[in-house]
């Protein structure tokens, strides 16, 4: 009987047939259902290739695409370190995104809480902030060049008021602003898009509810708009961080190219001027690390401040 007994246990399916160690374990298929094999591998190829790449070309010797690298160690790191204009670019980038992001977010949302009150003409208004995102960086770069150059727009608007213009782009105190203007008008219709068709979310007896109880609209845009919609923004907020630390170089290059002097070199601009213009590939990855250090401290930073509360 015990032998029986034994048996039928051994073939019950709630009884395990091998040791744990010998399951089977599962098959690729399995593992990694649908795309997510593909997808994964395209992320590990297209995305962490070239980080592992910049890490590795930031301690080579590497003077041009045509010359044999060799081994540097730190020592492009030292030279970056002792390097004036880096720390110019360090200071410039850091002006931009201390000035320019929370202006951008802010007005960004502002312009998000105008439009989900659903004004007269605001399915339109909707298209008409897109269009600084449908615009090519030239086109938007020649644009502000006629508008900020010593005969162009602005200067033209401020003379008849009494007051004498510069050349923008040219002048050390307000070439960098200039630059932060540019990025300003390109990034603050397309983020406000975003941050409105969160708010659009919000359920609208509340804020009636609120308008009932006597709050104005500043009240519940910053009392109740804002804390609904904060961890949204706050993602909003690393894709616009994201924009000015690593593509400012596009319009430093077609409006001032680092000038006057080093006033509006940003990293992102130095990491061009020494890769493809004096050719020093080592130095200019070791650079792109520190941009990346900066850009992940970055983002967990704006990530703590701008995270649900509610």
Avoid: C
Avoid at 98 to 109: C, N, Q, S
């Amino acid at each position: 009987m015990t032998a029986v007994a034994d048996a039928a246990v051994r073939t019950s399916p709630h009884f395990p047939t091998d040791p744990p160690a010998r399951r089977r374990r599962g098959t690729v298929r399995e593992r990694f259902p649908g795309l997510a094999l593909p997808a994964l591998v395209w992320y590990a190829v297209f995305m962490i290739g070239p980080v592992v790449a910049m890490l590795v070309i930031a301690f080579l010797s590497w003077p041009g695409m045509l010359v044999t690298p060799s081994w540097a160690g730190l020592a492009n790191f030292q030279t970056v370190f002792a390097d004036e204009t880096f720390w110019a670019a360090v200071r410039n980038s850091a002006v931009q995104i201390v000035v320019g992001l929370p202006v951008m977010i802010v007005l960004a949302f502002l312009l998000a809480f105008y439009v989900v009150q659903k004004p007269r003409g605001h399915g339109v208004l909707r298209y008409l902030l897109f269009i600084p995102a449908l615009i090519s960086a030239p086109a938007t770069a020649m644009l502000f060049y006629t508008m900020l150059n010593p005969d162009g727009l602005v200067n033209g608007v401020l003379r008849p008021l009494g007051v004498e213009g510069t050349a923008w782009l040219a002048d050390p105190s307000t070439a960098l602003g200039a630059i932060i203007a540019v990025e300003l008008w390109s990034g603050i219709g397309y983020s406000a898009v975003l941050i409105a068709a969160r708010l659009d979310g919000v359920d609208g007896e509340i804020v009636q509810a609120a308008r009932i109880d006597g709050a104005g609209d500043w009240r519940i845009a910053w009392r109740m708009y804002w804390p609904i919609a904060r961890e949204f923004i706050g993602v909003v907020t690393m894709l616009q961080f994201l924009s000015l630390l690593f593509n400012s170089a596009q319009n430093v290059l077609l409006l001032t190219q680092g000038g006057p002097g080093t006033e509006t070199t940003t990293l992102a601009y130095l990491i061009y001027q020494k890769a493809f213009v004096e050719a020093d590939l080592g130095y200019s990855q070791a650079v792109g690390v520190i941009l990346f250090v900066i850009g992940l401290i970055g983002m967990g930073t704006i990530r703590r401040v701008l995270r649900a509360t509610h």
